[in-house]
């Protein structure tokens, strides 16, 4: 959700919500259209980045998985990773992962 905007109040499922501002919330946004309903997410390789931006909440592991699952299945190339990982400021934190994996 973008910076400063209000809370939802759902009871099911449980939802907790993280706020961006600046590209880290405007970059990386895809459009596509499921059952003739357009919808906006995240692209893969911006994804992997947010999740390392939130490790310590979601887990290293969880971070690591994302990440090589999106290279494996060719989902995300390295650039559009690196990319990413600027925007989110986790450049210095995968740049271990991501040489690792090439």
């Not at 939802?15 to 059952?35: T, W």
């Not at 390295?78 to 986790?90: G, N, P, Q, S």
């Amino acid at each position: 959700m973008p910076r400063d905007s209000h809370v939802p109040k759902i009871n099911y499922p449980p939802v907790k919500m993280i706020q961006f501002s600046g590209d880290a919330y405007s970059s990386g946004i895809e459009e596509v259209e499921r059952d003739q309903v357009k919808l906006r997410v995240y692209s893969v390789a911006k994804t992997v980045a947010d999740c390392f931006k939130h490790r310590n909440k979601i887990g290293l592991d969880v971070a690591l998985e994302a990440l090589k699952d999106a290279r494996a299945k060719k989902k995300a190339s390295t650039d559009d990773l690196w990319h990413y990982a600027k925007i989110c400021r986790v450049a210095n934190v995968m740049r271990p992962y991501l040489e690792a994996i090439e």
